[in-house]
């Protein structure tokens, strides 16, 4: 890497850094530093909310899975889109209206109000568990392209780690959840520009027409549109996306604490909608410009055979194209543009996540203690608490074992943790009379089922749909048996 790509790396890190601070706005006590109390409820501040939630749902380690999958498995990865669409009408109509009106000022109030205390620390613990881990795989992964851009050994491996982990956890320390918002907007437009000048550069110099990469992708299978295969064990059939996928994308935007604050900081059903929609459709964007990437890749490595990317079996390693080809093809300039963006990726995801994890600590776990304090002394601790967290997310992210591919890693982490925190928020907003004990026990047995899948011959994505059922299926069983008995005992008490 060039000293021009450094600089713009260096200069982009600062950047970021001096604008989460300075548009950290009014922060008199913890409300305002992890929610703003609505005060993103404008026609900008929704905009900002869209753009933010859609660049904290991908991390960096999506500039290297989204690739990978797609230069394996082609053209079928886009059935991803499928998904998006039945979430803004489910969010849009059903969740929204009912979590906004409820005049909540915490992501998981509604738990409490339905279940009571054990089970909304119960749902907060789950979310530190699969936060934390989340954010542990998060750097990690942009911090191996790193490595590659720069031509440096594992020895640099900690080092980068440190610097994008506590430069993150520096600004969100001080800029709250709206500073996060505001550096996340801008963050996204980085990631779009970064993503789509790698694929202008590399159709560019391909200096092929496109019927000629067409029939290249079709010869080698990268353009069959669906695997209808209903075996669990096969990797993206369509079934295993269009299911897989959307539990994994409902619980990150309905059980999902960064997603519900953001919720909470446009204070409106309107405005709300409106910044689901603005994440729609950046969300769309960045997965068809990141498949976009890998079907290029698929194309240029055809063209330009790399040994060094082959695994002792003949096949090609895919996890390794992007950073491969990032170290050794890009242009000066380009290249550090690229890493920028894939920074602006890792620290969108994680500075929203060291927030939340914050918040479900000082709101959540924590609220017995802390609400005997005064309003700055919430604060200092909410900012206490996000430096700690920071510190422990940044220090597991090297210890995180190459386990699979990197998209297998985060639907594993998502799959074992969403699915309960799914059923949870469901049954909390629908009126039923489920009770709190039977929502703890399917919780935790969602949990336990999620475990036993992962070591079977099932792929990652079937993870997220069992827990989901396990944790449903109990309290829902336990709700009409308890119907069914009352019912009976009833009828032969009657003379």
Known sequence: MRVTDIAIVCVYLTAMVAVGIACRGRQENADDYFTTRGAMSGRWGSILVGLSLAATLFSGSSFVAYPSITFEYGLKILAILATLPACYVVLRFWFLPRFLS??????????????????????????????LGWMATLIYAPTLLILAAFHLSMSWMWPIVLVTGLISTFYTVFGGIRGVIITDAIQMVVIMVGIAASVGFIFWHLSLP??????????????????????????????????????????????????????????????????????????????????????????????????????????????????YFVANHLPVGLSGLLIAAILAATMSSLTSGINALSGALSGDIFRGPLAKMSAPKQLRIARLSSFGIGILATIAAGFVPLLGSFYEMTQILLGLFVGPLLACVILSSVRTLVPAWSMLVGMLFGVLAGAIVTQMNVHALWVSPTTFTVAILIPMVCHFSSLIFSRSSSTRSTP
């Open 102 to 131: 409820a005049g909540h000022t915490h992501p998981y109030d509604l738990i409490e109000d339905r279940f009571g205390r054990g089970v909304r620390l119960t749902a907060s613990w789950m979310f530190v568990l699969l936060r």
């Open 210 to 323: 496109l019927p000629e990469i067409m029939a290249g992708l079709e010869s080698s299978g990268h353009l069959v549109w669906a695997d209808l295969s209903l075996d669990p064990s096969r990797p993206f059939t369509l079934a295993a996306i269009l299911i897989g996928v959307s539990v994994s994308n409902f619980g990150s935007y309905i059980a999902d604490q960064m997603s519900l604050q953001r919720y909470l900081a446009t204070g409106t059903v309107a405005a709300s909608a409106r910044s689901f929609l603005i994440n729609i459709i950046g969300a769309a964007l960045v997965v068809s410009l990141l498949f976009l990437v890998g079907m290029s890749l698929v194309a240029w490595f055809a063209r330009h055979p790399t040994p060094e990317l082959m695994s002792p079996s003949g096949k090609f390693m895919a996890d390794r194209v992007f950073p």
